[in-house]
């Protein structure tokens, strides 16, 4: 059995645009790859895309044990892959078709010793919505653990926080700018209910520290010579702990003044650690709470978080080569037969 170069299969899969909506393409390329090193593979439909259907890899040589699990979409926009001074540059080089490459690497390298007990989940649609996530987590499996990748700098993940989006809505009245009482301005309005959340003390955690937000978007008014009758704000909570605490922050703090209307929600995770490895939490979510069934999650993979999604995303190629190590070291001290 020929060993696998994770490089070199990085950048097989980073020169196929997978923009979210676009995965179509590189997850039937990866299902041939793997169906020719001789996995069992199912494509499972997770929805229409923009240049073919788009379908979640998940694969095995054996009833697993213990599940490799990342994402082959990315964010926008595309630009293909290079080497330069040691380091593997492209869009997914850490985010996360890098890290995917490392994990069949390591699957590779376990079942050319002789374990089997080795699974492959790799989905659709992780940068929006996590919905091949919840298509794989309908799949019935034995595995008692996934080994989610993401990028950690190849240390275990002991948290990660999560997600509470909400939309603040304000409504008003249209009046001339001349005669501004007139009218109620629903930008005023609004900014005084993001005062109000400025000011409100955000629940926090032993672990994960202090939730903390971002105004992503604002849109409000018709003119600059209107009194504007509508305005809303997405605010993006990353949160770390039940959010039914921080859902009350947020209503006592807004009152009235605007509607609150809920758009995402993804929880906080506290994760397994193992001996030996280096841990770290992190400000980031993840597909985990949509896997499940896949097994007692833990968070390991190469790369910074600090260079995905921008123009000059990358990974060190010592760091890859070394996330092949410790993917094998994991799954033998998981499986108990290293």
């Not at 393409?25 to 240049?51: C, F, H, I, K, N």
């Not at 309908?138 to 008692?144: H, L, N, P, V």
């Not at 629903?186 to 109000?196: C, K, Q, S, V």
Request: hydrophobic share 40%.
């Amino acid at each position: 059995m020929d060993p696998v170069d994770p490089v070199w299969l990085a950048r097989q899969l980073i020169d196929i645009d997978s923009t979210t909506g676009r995965e179509g393409d590189v997850a039937r390329w990866l299902a041939a790859y793997l169906r020719g090193r001789g996995y069992s593979v199912l494509e499972q439909p997770v929805g229409e895309g923009e240049t073919a259907p788009r379908v979640n890899v998940i694969a095995g040589a054996g009833e697993p044990g213990i599940t490799f699990s990342t994402h082959f979409d990315c964010v926008p926009p595309f630009f293909p892959s290079r080497v330069e001074g040691g380091r593997l540059y492209g869009r997914g080089a850490c985010d996360a078709k890098g890290i995917l490459a490392t994990q069949v690497a390591a699957a590779e390298r376990l079942r050319a010793a002789g374990e089997t007990r080795i699974g492959l989940v790799f989905v659709a649609g992780e940068e929006r919505g996590s919905d091949g996530a919840k298509a794989a987590n309908r799949i019935a499996s034995q595995s008692r653990y996934l080994v989610n990748g993401e990028p950690t700098e190849n240390r275990l993940g002991a948290a990660t926080r999560g997600v509470y989006r909400v939309r603040l809505k304000a409504r008003g009245r249209a009046a001339h700018s001349g005669y501004p009482e007139l009218g109620d301005s629903a930008i005023e309005t609004l900014l005084a209910a993001l005062a109000a959340l400025r000011a409100a003390a955000l629940p926090d955690d032993g672990v994960l520290g202090r939730t903390h937000y971002t105004i992503g978007l604002i849109e409000g008014g018709v003119a600059p010579n209107v009194v504007p009758p509508h305005a809303s704000a997405e605010i993006l909570f990353r949160s770390v702990g039940p959010h039914d605490a921080l859902r009350a922050v947020v209503r006592a703090a807004v009152g009235t003044l605007v509607e609150v209307e809920e758009v995402l929600e993804v929880p906080a995770v506290h994760l397994q650690t193992a001996e030996g490895f280096d841990t770290a939490v992190f400000a980031y979510t993840t597909d985990i709470p949509f896997l499940a069934a896949w097994g007692t999650p833990l968070l390991l993979g190469p790369g910074s978080i600090h260079v995905a999604h921008t123009d000059q995303e990358h990974i060190e190629i010592a760091e890859l080569e070394r996330g092949v190590e410790l993917y094998v070291r994991l799954a033998r001290q998981l499986l108990g037969s290293g």
